[in-house]
């Protein structure tokens, strides 16, 4: 069965609306949108993902929370259970900015990384 | 660090406007750049923002705050720029004159050759929305919370509503639900979403976070803490339409209801504001209407991305820091005409350097003491003679002339004070 269904694009901040012709699960056409927005929509229809930032516990920096981020789009489905991980954990100052604090999270492959010196 | 009592550039804020602004500077050619910044470190409300999206316009790459922030301090801080953390800067004046206080330093008097305004803005608050009822805790800004949860590392409430729809606000929503709050709903007054549709997405559809348009929190009920709000559909006229009262229960309201320039140095310095942008009235370079002082960033306009702060801090720096080069180059050619040996003063007082390219310069002088016999008046470079002239005596009642002519323009670019001499021959 044919179906049309619209995607909000949010690879960067114009958020276009992008329309996506369907049968049954299998994509027939992309209308509107860059090139990067098609590789979203085909990503986002088949395997979610999203940037996942949070913070984890440091010990002896100026603050008692170190920002993090995921290094590649994380699948959506896992960022609750991410965030758990991310709460039991705990590192020491000094962190560098991208310096990895998580490898490999949940058997996913992305890093967890430091956002800032601290 | 030891501050200097005077600078070439002097930046007053350390988020992206700032931190643009003191590289461009730097990279100019001023040598004394410092930027003085309340919090104890350099960065600005970037270092509270940890979700990502910052630096595709300009960096081509999609960053959190913090490490767009990052990038700005090590720049910085490599170029040599001074920084002055934790102090406050009280009053700035028309003439550049800053005063700032910290704990540590006490009281700082700085003179600036200009002057970039990078203050950001601040959240609009309860009051200025006129949110009525009790006062209760449990009303905090969005901005405010963010600081709490990503930075200082405290949970401001269990069950949120937050009322306006902007970025910090939907961005919050979904903070607040990773870390195991629950948001009942996001409430907009307006008939359209405030924040960009990406957020939309990935903030409040990601993680079923209502979003209710038209509506209105009517009053917020609670004595010592947040209970419950009152949520209302508004008209055309956003005036509450009776009977479409809903309570929700909540202990915390945050509010997402708009940022305002934060200009109260500005107007100290007899800088003019636009009353439309709540900024200060620009040209293209980001010059106030006071010569010398700029602005950049929020504190102008409040901007959609980071990305436009960091250019628009690279104009002002770049302008702040040409405005400074030329005062400097301006106080460097003007040079002190002392009075030396049985010389009671001379006129003027200074001299411009490049004047004797445009032809001779005449001074004029009285003695202390009369000599009643041929005297020589001579200015002088140290104890070389530049220029003589012979008078058949010097009498303090009669004023003396001495011409410097053009052709000792190369001897006085060597100097940096002339003494004017008057001795027995």
């Known amino acids: ?118 | 660090m030891k501050i200097k009592q005077k600078y070439d550039v002097v930046v007053i804020g350390s988020g992206p406007g700032g931190l643009a602004a003191a590289i461009a500077a730097k990279k100019t050619g001023c040598d004394d750049v410092l930027v003085i910044e309340r919090d104890i470190e350099l960065g600005g409300i970037l270092l509270q923002c940890i979700h990502n999206g910052f630096g595709l316009e300009i960096l081509k790459q999609d960053l959190p705050g913090p490490s767009y922030a990052q990038r700005f301090v090590s720049e910085a801080l490599g170029l040599g720029v001074e920084t002055l953390l934790d102090a406050m800067v009280l009053d700035v004046s028309p003439q550049r004159r800053i005063f700032a206080t910290s704990r540590k330093g006490g009281l700082y008097d700085i003179e600036a050759r200009s002057i970039v305004l990078a203050m950001g803005c601040r959240e609009r608050t309860r009051s200025q929305i006129r949110l009525p009822g009790p006062r209760p805790a449990g009303v905090f800004t969005a901005g405010t919370a963010q600081r709490w949860v990503n930075v200082e590392g405290y949970m401001p409430g269990r069950r949120f509503v937050v009322l306006g729809s902007g970025d910090i606000g939907m961005i919050m929503a979904r903070r607040l639900t990773l870390e195991g709050a629950k948001v009942e709903r996001v409430v907009e007054i307006m008939p359209y979403l405030n924040g960009l549709m990406r957020n939309y997405v990935q903030c409040l559809l990601d993680y079923d976070i209502p979003l209710q348009l038209r509506h209105t929190v009517n009053r917020i009920i609670g004595n010592h803490r947040v209970e419950a709000v009152e949520i209302v559909a508004v008209n055309d006229r956003w005036e509450p339409i009776s009977g479409t009262e809903e309570i929700v229960p909540c202990d915390t309201l945050l509010l997402s209801v708009g940022l305002i320039p934060e200009n109260e140095l500005s107007r100290k310095a007899g800088v003019l504001l636009d009353p439309l942008t709540g900024g200060p009235f620009v040209d293209d370079h980001f010059q106030t209407n006071v010569p010398g002082i700029f602005a950049a960033g929020n504190v102008v306009h409040v901007y959609d991305l980071v990305d436009w702060v960091t250019e628009a801090g690279y104009i002002a720096g770049r302008s702040a820091a040409a405005f400074a080069i030329e005062l400097r180059r301006w106080e460097n050619r003007h040079m002190p005409l002392v009075a030396g040996e049985n010389v009671r003063y001379v006129v003027p007082h200074e001299l411009d350097r490049e004047s004797l390219t445009m032809g001779a310069v005449r001074i004029q002088l009285r003695v202390k003491q009369p000599i009643e016999s041929p005297v020589v008046v001579e200015l002088r470079n140290g104890e070389d003679v530049l220029v003589k002239k012979g008078e058949p005596y010097a009498r303090p009642g009669e004023m003396i002339t001495l011409t410097i002519p053009s052709k000792v323009y190369d001897l006085v670019q060597k100097a940096s004070v002339l003494s004017v001499h008057v001795v027995q021959r």
Do not use: W
């Open chain 1, 1 to 118: 069965m044919r179906t049309t269904e619209n995607v909000i694009c949010i690879t960067c901040p114009k958020g276009c609306t992008l329309e996506v012709l369907k049968d049954g699960e299998s994509i027939l056409e992309i209308r509107q949108g860059c090139k990067k927005g098609h590789s979203y929509v085909q990503q986002e229809l088949t395997d979610p993902r999203r940037m996942v930032a949070s913070t984890v516990k440091i010990r002896g920096a100026l603050h008692p929370l170190l920002p993090v981020y995921t290094l590649a789009p994380f699948p959506k489905g896992k960022i609750l259970e991410l965030m758990k991980a991310l709460r039991a954990m705990q590192v020491d100052s000094p962190v560098k900015t991208g310096q990895v604090v998580l490898p490999n999270a949940l058997d996913t492959g992305i890093d967890i990384i430091a956002s800032r010196d601290m």
